[in-house]
């Protein structure tokens, strides 16, 4: 049975989700995974988390995978900051390494990557408007796209950064190395995809 990971992401436009899809794998096939989980693009955090629970109740293997939406607590699991910030209770049958967090969500992921953003972005990127690398799941989601687009506003309306088709853009170009040496969240989830797959 393939394993799948249900995201928080693609909206509600057929379109946006195929782009998400294909963002994710492309990152996911530079992981060096023995097979290829399933992405499954949910759009809101609610949907992606009632598919999971669907899946889970229906024997399937799946991880769900959503933002944080805040920094995560030092002793925190996935589950209990889900808990504590959205309300959802873990669904029986499952275990800890299946509920995996964007910290602070998909944006830190794309900040961290200064390279993948030269190569998308070019000359017309200003690195300097980017966060500092350390500690970059500490900061607020907000901060982080905030700091984003004024990194990429001199690109123009039509290449600057947004949500939506150029961040899945962005995404399938990352460098997962490049990620885990600054996101801890980012390590543990690609050890956990290594561990079932």
């Known amino acids: ?4 990971i249900y995201i928080e992401g693609g909206g509600d436009r057929n379109e946006l989700k195929i782009r ?20 499954v693009a949910c759009g809101g955090r609610d949907t992606a988390f009632d598919k999971f629970k669907t899946a889970i109740r229906n024997g399937q293997d799946a991880i769900l995978l959503v933002d944080s939406e805040d920094p995560v607590a030092e002793k925190a699991t996935p589950w209990s900051h889900l808990k504590a910030r959205d309300g959802w209770d873990q669904p029986a049958n499952t275990d800890d390494e299946q509920a995996q967090l964007m ?7 794309i900040v961290a990557d200064h390279e993948a953003l030269k190569r998308v ?12 690398l350390v500690e970059l799941e500490s900061r607020n989601r907000h ?16 290449r600057m950064y947004k949500k939506g088709a150029r961040s899945f853009q962005i995404l399938g170009e ?21 561990k079932w797959v």
Request: proline share 6%; net charge positive.
């Open 1 to 4: 049975m393939s394993l799948h």
């Open 20 to 39: 998400c899809r294909r963002g994710y794998q492309s990152l996911l096939g530079k992981m060096g995974l023995q097979r290829m989980p399933r992405t």
């Open 103 to 109: 910290v602070t969500c998909m944006e830190t992921w």
């Open 121 to 132: 972005f070019g000359s017309c990127m200003r690195e300097s408007s980017l966060p500092p």
């Open 143 to 158: 901060d982080v796209l905030a700091a984003l687009e004024n990194a990429t506003k001199s690109c123009g309306r039509t």
């Open 174 to 194: 990352l460098n997962p190395s490049t990620l885990k040496t600054h996101l801890p969240h980012f390590e543990i989830f690609e050890g956990v995809l290594k």
